[in-house]
Nanobody
């Protein structure tokens, strides 16, 4: 009974910031490796950031330099700090344990012009 629960989404103006959180609970030995995905209406779900057990991070070109993925293992939480947000960042953002069927419910991020 593994659960991933995202929070922190909302409505923000272009240029603003949001921080998403993903709390992992249940039968999970580690929060790593973890990834953040997003899906905009009419578009394919996109992997935008990953973090490995060793702390190595990778980012999609669309968010590199603006978004930062991090973790706090003591809190079983993965974060996505999003800065300099653009309207094209508007999407539902999902937390995912890579290589598993475990996904969060998604949190809506809307960036206005």
């Amino acid at each position: 009974q593994v659960q991933l629960v995202e929070s922190g989404g909302g409505l923000v103006q272009a240029g603003g910031s949001l921080r998403l959180s993903c709390i992992v609970s249940g039968r999970m030995l580690s929060i790593n490796p973890m990834g953040w995905y997003r899906q905009a209406p009419g578009k394919q779900r996109e992997l935008i950031a990953t973090i490995t057990s060793g702390g190595t991070t990778n980012y999609a070109d669309s968010v590199k330099g603006r978004f930062t993925i991090s973790r706090d293992n003591a809190k079983n939480t993965v974060y996505l700090q999003m800065n300099s947000l653009k309207p094209e960042d508007t999407a539902v953002y999902y937390c995912h344990r890579l290589g598993t069927e475990y996904w969060g419910q998604g949190t809506q991020v809307t960036v206005s012009s």
